[in-house]
């Protein structure tokens, strides 16, 4: 049973890969590349050597930005861009966050009613049998479906004003 769900999870995430525009794709690919070690070295090297040789480090390779505006523009419109395929990547894999966590409330909705429904039926089978329990008085209330909007009423009822959208 564990197997079968993990692989239904591995196919659904391929599925939602395939998906994907191409835009979206390129957008994931840049951001994982950003995100890794081989970038930070690549910049260390790229920044190290456009700092070195322009400030005269360097014989013979004449400084071409030594005042670093040049490399101050680019570094800025890289970060500009870098931010927004950040965003991308984030905005997609939020809404895979919002996907599954319908899933999870669906999930959890259908185990309460089917733990209600049993509680109800072993509750009714000890009235039969004549067993009494000490839960006996929290029946009625373990025995009623949850509604899950006025749960979430009473969860927004309890938050302080600031808090509420």
């Not at 419109?77 to 395929?85: G, K, M, R, Y």
């Not at 479906?145 to 309890?158: C, K, Q, R, S, Y």
Request: hydrophobic letters at 50%.
């Amino acid at each position: 049973m564990l197997e079968r769900n993990i692989e239904a999870l591995q196919r659904r995430r391929q599925r939602e890969e395939k998906q994907a525009s191409v835009q979206e794709r390129i957008a994931d690919a840049i951001t994982r590349f950003t995100g890794s070690l081989r970038f930070v070295y690549l910049h260390l090297a790229y920044f190290g050597f456009w700092i070195i040789a322009n400030l005269g480090w360097i014989p013979g390779i004449p400084a071409w930005d030594p005042s670093f505006v040049v490399l101050a523009m680019l570094a800025s419109v890289e970060a500009i861009f870098l931010s927004t395929f950040v965003l991308i990547s984030q905005n997609r894999m939020a809404a895979a966050a919002d996907k599954r966590a319908d899933l999870d409330l669906q999930i959890s909705l259908l185990a309460e009613h089917e733990v209600t429904k049993l509680v109800t039926l072993v509750s009714a089978m000890a009235d039969r049998m004549g067993v009494t329990t000490e839960v006996d008085a929290e029946l009625a209330e373990i025995t009623q479906d949850v509604a899950p909007e006025a749960v979430l009423d009473e969860l927004e009822a309890d938050k302080p004003p600031s808090e509420s959208h």
